[in-house]
C-alpha cells in the first residue's frame, strides 16, 4: 500500500474496531482516509493495539541497504502472543444507561427505600451489610445486570434500522475511491455524518 502519511489519531469514536487504545496524536485527512478505508474492508490498524516505549532495542535501521526511495529497511524482533477467545473474566454490571429513564430512576429510588431498614444492632458491620444489600437488591430488580468481558455474538436489533444508511455511505465511499472527485468526497462525507447520526440515536432508543 505504501507509505499512506495517515494520523489517526487518538478519537476512537466510531472506529473501536479499528483503532486500538494506544493511538496518539491528532487525525489528518489521510488518517481519515485509512479508517474509512479499513472499515470498509474489515482491518484494524494493529500497531495502535500496543503500548509504545521511547526506546526499541530490538528494531533497527539498515542505511546500508538501497530501497530505490528515500525510506530505509527496517530491522526488528516481535514476539506477538495471541489472547485467547471467550477466556476473558466474566463480570456482572448494571445497566445503568437506563437511569437517563425519569421513570426507571424513580422505580429505583422507590426500591431502595422500600428496601431500607432501621438499624437493629449496635454493630456497624452487621448493619452495613444489610444497607448494601438492600442497594444491589433494588438494583438488581430494576436495572438487570448483564454480563460482560466475553466475547460472544451480540443481538443488536437497532442494526436493522441503520444498516441501509451503512450500504449507502459504503457505495458513496466507493464512488469516491474511484473517481477521486471533490463533490464525490463531499457526498461521502455527508453520508458518514449521517450514518453515524442515525446509528448512535438508534442506539440510544435500543438502550
Known amino acids: 500500500m505504501g507509505d499512506l502519511n495517515g494520523h489517526v489519531g487518538v478519537d ?45 532495542n530490538d528494531v533497527k535501521s539498515i542505511p546500508s541497504l538501497s530501497c530505490d526511495s528515500d525510506h530505509r529497511m527496517v530491522k526488528g524482533k516481535i514476539n506477538f502472543i495471541q489472547p485467547k ?17 425519569p421513570e426507571v430512576a424513580l422505580q429505583l429510588a422507590q426500591k431502595v427505600e422500600e428496601n431500607y431498614t432501621e438499624p437493629e444492632t449496635r454493630d456497624i458491620k452487621v448493619e452495613w451489610n444489610k444497607f448494601r444489600d ?37 457505495k458513496a465511499f466507493r464512488i469516491w475511491m474511484k473517481t477521486r472527485r471533490p463533490q464525490d468526497r463531499q457526498e461521502y462525507v455527508s453520508r458518514r455524518n449521517e450514518t453515524e447520526i442515525i446509528k448512535r440515536n438508534s442506539k440510544k432508543t435500543a438502550g
Not at 147 to 152: I, L, V, Y
Open 85 to 101: 477467545s471467550g477466556k476473558g473474566p466474566v463480570r456482572k454490571r448494571f445497566t445503568t444507561e437506563k437511569l437517563i429513564n
Open 134 to 170: 438492600g442497594i444491589k437488591k433494588a438494583y438488581e430488580d430494576v436495572l438487570q445486570p448483564k454480563t460482560t468481558g466475553r466475547r460472544k455474538k451480540k443481538n443488536t436489533p437497532w442494526w436493522n434500522e441503520v444498516k441501509e444508511w451503512v450500504r449507502r455511505k459504503n
Open 12 to 56: 476512537r469514536d466510531g472506529y473501536n474496531n479499528v483503532v486500538g487504545g494506544f493511538a496518539i496524536g491528532n487525525r489528518n485527512r489521510e488518517g481519515e482516509r485509512l479508517l474509512d478505508f479499513c472499515v470498509l474492508n474489515n482491518l484494524a490498524i494493529m500497531n495502535t493495539y500496543f503500548k509504545h516505549k521511547d526506546e526499541h
